[in-house]
């Protein structure tokens, strides 16, 4: 197989972890890199080996000599470097969150598919280990058809640390992690028809919203609960797994802290460990979203190669945006929100 070559832009806190993902991905390497930031460029070029090192991606674009771009910038730079991918007709994968608003998401898929490029959001909660496991114990029919559901991501970790453009934006938590965790919700229980939700901010040294409850509405006729907090402290930190409750016509489904999976049907109920592994380069407790980036990009690398679309994609992805979209504009008004109404 030829090996794609693919250029980073954002040498932040995050790359790092893209940067040691795609050394492991099979069929991909990345070439070239671009950080506005001198220091955060050699840095990372140092440590992974890279030569080709922009502080311009305009200049990178021009240059040219990729097969795809692997954006790990902050938001506000999404829409403009996709839109410069386009230009170039070059293949993009973009962070999570999509962009700052849904209008700006909507053009950007809209602009890939008039330019006939793939576009991949970088939604790597999906492909966490124990929620694989979960997706498969469904999909073996072991509880039934699913009629109820909970995701659950509370925690006290201090992410201001690692990431301090958190403590300031006007949107905290839906925006930065319910992201993720509405996500699994759909990719659990499917497509959402409407929602309602209640936030309130406990820390008082960050300017957004730490705290989310989010009643979900699917297609299939499901319930389920998106609850999140980063002002939650417990006797043993969880950070980062998120815990689901799945109830069942035939059975019902845990996985709960410590990444155990419990079934129980009318055969009884088995236990299995879930835990994600740790990657050479991984260190506790972020292993398990390490594996997942890992896992992500060897699925692009796959599906640029095979020429399929990728199960993120950017039209995929407009779906879960939604439902942050949703999530705010519920919390301001009290009202249910239906999500047709924003696709
Ligand atoms: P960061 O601020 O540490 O890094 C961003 C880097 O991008 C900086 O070095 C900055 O100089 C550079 N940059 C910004 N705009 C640029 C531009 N136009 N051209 C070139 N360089 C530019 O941020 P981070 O914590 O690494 O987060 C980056 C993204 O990753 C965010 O969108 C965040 O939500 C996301 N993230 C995702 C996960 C996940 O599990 N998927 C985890 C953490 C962060
Ligand atoms: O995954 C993320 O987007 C991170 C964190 C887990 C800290 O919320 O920002």
Not at 98 to 112: E, S
Not at 271 to 281: E, Q, S
Not at 306 to 319: F, I, P, V
Request: aromatic letters at 8%; proline letters at 4%.
């Amino acid at each position: 197989m030829m090996e794609l070559r693919g250029a980073l832009i954002g040498c932040g806190f995050f790359a790092v972890n893209q940067m040691h993902g795609w050394r492991d991905v099979n069929g991909a390497s990345i070439v070239a890199i671009c950080d506005r930031d001198p220091e955060r460029l050699k840095l990372v070029g140092d440590q992974f080996g890279v030569d080709r090192r922009y502080t311009d991606a305009r200049q990178m674009f021009t240059n040219g000599g990729f097969d795809f771009v692997d954006i790990a910038t902050t938001v506000n730079s999404h829409r403009t470097l996709v839109e410069m991918a386009v230009a170039h007709k070059v293949p993009a994968i973009c962070q999570k969150p999509f962009a700052p608003t849904l209008a700006d998401a909507k053009a950007m898929v809209a602009a890939c598919e008039a330019a006939g490029i793939p576009l991949m959001i970088h939604e790597n909660f999906r492909w966490q280990t124990p929620i694989q496991a979960v997706r498969k114990a469904l999909d073996s029919g072991a509880i039934g058809a699913p009629f109820w559901g909970r995701f659950s991501f509370r925690s006290g970790y201090d992410v201001f640390s690692g990431q301090p453009y958190l403590a300031e934006g006007k949107r905290f938590i839906i925006e930065d992690l319910g992201i993720h965790t509405l996500d699994i919700a759909r990719y659990i229980l499917g497509d959402v028809t409407s929602l309602s939700a209640r936030t309130k901010r406990v820390n008082p040294k960050i300017r957004g919203e730490d705290v989310a409850t989010i009643l979900l509405d699917h297609n299939s006729g499901a319930t389920s609960i998106v609850d999140v907090s980063y002002a939650t402290r417990q006797s043993v930190e969880p950070f980062p797994e998120t815990l689901i409750e799945l109830d069942g016509t035939q059975g019902s489904l845990r996985l709960s802290q410590g990444y155990e999976l419990q079934v129980t049907n009318a055969e009884g109920a088995t236990n299995t460990d879930v835990a994600p592994i740790l990657l050479p380069w991984a260190s506790r407790p972020w292993h398990n979203i390490q594996e997942s980036v890992f896992a992500i990009q060897q699925h692009w690398a796959d599906c640029l190669g095979r020429q399929e679309e990728t199960c993120t994609s950017g039209a995929d992805n407009l779906k879960t945006f939604a439902l942050v979209e949703a999530a705010y504009e519920s919390a301001a008004s009290k009202a249910t929100v239906e999500i047709r109404t924003l696709l």
